[in-house]
């Protein structure tokens, strides 16, 4: 189950550390023609959360894999579980469904890692 759980934490992680990455640094130019929800958003809002996503995806990778302060792991779950459901609250307004089914999916791969790691499969 250990590897079962890692799997999904690496992909959570590599995307939600690129997504910050481009979040936090990239124009504000750049941004809007990708996710158009950007335009909608101010710029601080939008650096604000591509920091925690950096964050938080790091959060689920190296605290496991250096056996150091491994409860963050879990707690790093958690905060892209948050940033997930605010941001289907940011598409639903926006009327965009697909949008929602896809951060729906997300939301449960993290809710499978929160379970894992706070409950029988923590380190």
Do not use: N
């Given at each position: 189950m250990n590897v079962?759980?890692?799997?999904?934490?690496g992909v959570l992680s590599a995307m939600f550390v690129a997504a910050g990455v481009l979040r936090a640094t990239q124009p504000r130019d750049k941004l809007i023609s990708q996710p158009p929800w950007v335009s909608d958003v101010p710029t601080p809002a939008v650096r604000l959360i591509?920091?925690?996503e950096f964050?938080?995806?790091l959060g689920m990778i190296l605290p496991g894999a250096f056996a150091i302060a491994t409860v963050?792991?879990?707690l790093a779950a958690t905060g892209p579980a948050v940033i997930i459901v605010l941001a289907m609250g940011l598409h639903?307004?926006?009327?965009?469904?697909q949008a929602i089914g896809f951060n729906a999916i997300l939301l449960?791969?993290?809710a499978v890692?929160?379970?894992?790691r706070f409950g029988p499969y923590s380190f």
């Open positions: 079962f759980l890692w799997i999904p934490q591509g920091v925690a964050a938080s995806g963050l792991t879990p639903a307004r926006r009327k965009e469904p449960v791969v993290a890692i929160m379970w894992g």
